[in-house]
C-alpha cells in the first residue's frame, strides 16, 4: 500500500479546493440556496469527513445529486426546512453505519458500478458546457474562441506536465497558470466571481427555525430518507472506486457514520447536506492526495476562501476549471467498458448502458436501483433456466429423478413440470444431492410435487438433501 505524503497531500488538497469551489456555488444556485450555504457545506462536510470517516483520499461535499433532491423543498417550504432535512438525513446515515449495513453496497453488480461511472463522468462534462453560455444565450465569435482557448490550454497543460514533472500536481499548474496568463494579459473571460460573490464570515450555529411539530416531521421526513439514500449510494460507491484507483480498502460503515455526522452539523451551521463527489475525488487522487490530509486541506481552503482570499478567488478564469473537469470527465469514464461490449453477455452491456442513460436523465439512485433490479431478473431468469433432471428406472421398478440446480420462486414451474405423476410407477425417488433449496416457494413446490403423488395413490421419497434444506422444511412443517 502507497504511504502518504504530507507535501503531496497539500498540494492535492489546494487543487481539490479550486474545483470544489465551483460546483459547490453551482449546485446551491440549483437549490434556490445562497451560495455560502454551499461553500460552509462543503468545508465542514469535506473537513469532518476527511478527519474521520472510513476512505482517506476521497472528497466529500455539497454535491449535485443532494442538491437535486432537495430543490422542490427549498421552493415550497423555505431554508429552515431544508436544514432540518440535513439533520434528519444525517441522522439517517449514521444509523445506516451504525447498524453495519454498509457492506450492502456488495450487491451492487460491476455492470452497474459501471454504468454509474460512465453516467456520472458524461454528468460532469455536460454540467461544464453550461459555462459556455451568457445567460441564456450559447457564447459566439471572440468570447467563444477565447473560453475554447483557454480551455484547450488548461487540459494541454493537465495531460502533457506530467511528462516533464510529476512533483507538482498538474491540475493545479494548470489553473494557476492560466489564472496568471489570463490577468497579465488581460484577457476578457468570465471568472469565478461572475457566478457569485463568496465572501463570508464564519458559520454561527444556530438550530433551524421551524416548529418542531408532527406536521413539520411529514414535510421534511420524505426528503430527508430520499437525500440519505442517495448521499450514502454516492459515497459507498465512490468509496468503492477509490479503493480500485488506491487498490486499498477502506471502512463503509465508518463513512457512513462520518459523513452523517457532518451533515448534523453542516444542518446547524446554515450548510446544506452532501455525500461524497466523484469529480474531487478524481481530482485529489490524480493530484497525489491518499491521506487525510489532503481532505482537510481542502476544505479548511474553502473557509479561508470564504474569510480572506475571496478577491483572489474571484478573479480564477472559468475556462480554467473547466478544462479540469473535461479532464476528470474523461479520467472517470471507464473506457475499458467500450473494449468488452463483444466480450461479455449482452445482459451484462445492456446494464451497463441502461445504468449510464438513467444517470444522466434522472439521478443516481434510481440508476442503481434500476440495475440492481435487471441484475436481479437476470439472475433469477438463468438460474431458473439451469434447472434439469436426470431420470431412470431402478431395478425395483421404481423411478429415480436427481435434480440438478436451485430451486426458488423462478425455478419452481420449470421444477414441477420436470416430473409426470400421472404415469409415473407407485414408488418414486427425488434426489437432491444437486438440488438447493432457497426459499419459501421451493418448500411450497415439494408440498405441491408430494401432494401430486399422493392424489394418484402413489409415493414420493426424498433423499440426500443438505442439512439447511432439512432445517427449512422442518420451520415450515413439511415432512421430508
Known sequence: MRTTSPRADILAGITTSFALVPECIAFALVAHLHPLMGLYGAFIICTLTALFGGRPGMVSGAAGSMAVVIVALVVQHGVQYLLATVLMGGALMIAFGALRLGKLVRMVPHPVMLGFVNGLAIVIAMAQLEHFKQGDAWLSGQPLYLMAGLVALTMATVYLLPRLTRSVPPALVAILGVGLAVYGLDLPTRTLGDMAHIAGGLPAFALPDIPWSLDTLRIVAPYAVLMALVGILETLLTLNLTDEITASRGYPDRECVALGAANMVSGVFGGMGGCAMIGQTVINLSSGGRGRLSGVVAGVMILLFVLFLSPLIERIPL????????????????????????????????????????????????????????????????????????????????????????????SVASFLNQFDPANDPPEVTLDCKHLSFVDYSAIAALKTLRERYAKGGKHLRVVHLSTRCKQLLKRADVPH
Open 319 to 410: 475556462a480554467a476549471l473547466v478544462g479540469v473537469m473535461f479532464v476528470v470527465a474523461q479520467q472517470t469514464f471507464a473506457w475499458a467498458s467500450l473494449r468488452v461490449l463483444g466480450k461479455v453477455p449482452l445482459n451484462d452491456v445492456v446494464m451497463i448502458f441502461t445504468v449510464t442513460l438513467i444517470t444522466v436523465f434522472t439521478d443516481l439512485a434510481t440508476a442503481v436501483l434500476c440495475g440492481i433490479v435487471i441484475a436481479a431478473l437476470n439472475f433469477a431468469w438463468q438460474h431458473a433456466r439451469a434447472l434439469y433432471a436426470d431420470t431412470h428406472v431402478e431395478a425395483d421398478g421404481s423411478k429415480l429423478y436427481l435434480m440438478h440446480g436451485t430451486l426458488f420462486f423462478a
